[in-house]
């Protein structure tokens, strides 16, 4: 991927807004946890399989590792109808929405969003993919539309938001919004899209596959499908296990490269690329080792790699985990083949 830009979790998570945050999710915790009456077990998000191993407790929520290809997931989860009541009403998507973005969004902007844009520009370039129209599912703050829109590339630009507050905020940006759930959402026959892309939003869904079934219907044939998420088995989810933040209730499925490629093409995509581009693994760990709530008393490689050489291995060793899927950051650039054109 082209342009990746070295920053730090402060500069898209500013800590004097985040740490605000905190009463946020625990209102929404508590309100997801009122409803564990309605949850229900399911197989793994990514092969179907029954199998599993339990893996750790976090929040009174079950996390299991699947026994085929490892997908990391809760189970028993929030039903589909428990889930879009919370996040109708999440005091956590309300909180980003009216104080982490605003602060956040310049730099995000800069060392996200325009790097994402050239990257998905790249692949529309490189699979031969018109740019006609795009899809943005879960467009949250409406960055990406913003910077896709400046480029004057694509001729429609539509997003899809069902959190009122975000949704809101993506109309006053002037970009055509769809406040709705994705599995209630529909368009005409005729009315289909290029590319369809979806940033951090499948970990989130009581079903994932439904979720790609339902965004597969939105794109041409040959249509290009972006999906990033965390990658289950990327170096601070190995590492950091359940003291690691991106395990919360809010993400339900934790997919690995290999799973995820699974789950694509069981949906009838061809997987162009898999990737791990992201930049923050090794700092994210190393905050956890200062804070003292990870050792590494017993683990002198982790230690030297990133306490005592940081200044000169910090680079170098998140380049490394990049560069061979190991970051917890992943990307998945797939095409829709089921009614393939030649």
Known sequence: MSNEIQFSEEDIRPKDVTEGAKTAILKDLGRLLLHSDKFVNVSCPACNYNEFTPTYKKFGLDYVSCNNCQTLYISPRPSLEVLEICYKDSDVYAYWDKYIFPASEKARREKMFKPRVDSLLEFCKK???????????????????????SRNIFKRIVAIEPTPDLAKTCRDKNIETIESPVEKVSFGESEKFDVVV??????????????????????????????????????????????????????LNYFNPHSLNLLLSRCGFEVLETLTP????????RKKILSGEFSVLNNPFLKQVLIDNWETTSVPFQNFLADNQLSSSMWIIAKNTTFKIN
């Not at 699979?127 to 829109?149: H, K, M, P, R």
């Not at 041409?220 to 690691?244: I, R």
Request: charged content about 20%.
């Open 278 to 285: 992201g930049r923050l693994d090794a700092q994210l760990v």
């Open 127 to 149: 699979y031969n993919v018109t740019t006609d129209s795009i899809l943005d599912v879960g467009a949250a703050y409406g960055t990406f539309c913003q910077e896709v829109a």
């Open 198 to 251: 979806n940033f951090e939003v499948i970990e989130h869904l009581f079903s994932p596959e439904d979720f790609i079934n339902q965004c597969k219907k939105f794109l041409k044939p040959n249509g290009l499908f972006v999906v990033t998420c965390p990658n289950g088995k990327g170096f601070d989810f190995t590492v950091l296990k359940e003291l690691c933040n991106s395990i919360d209730h809010e993400h």
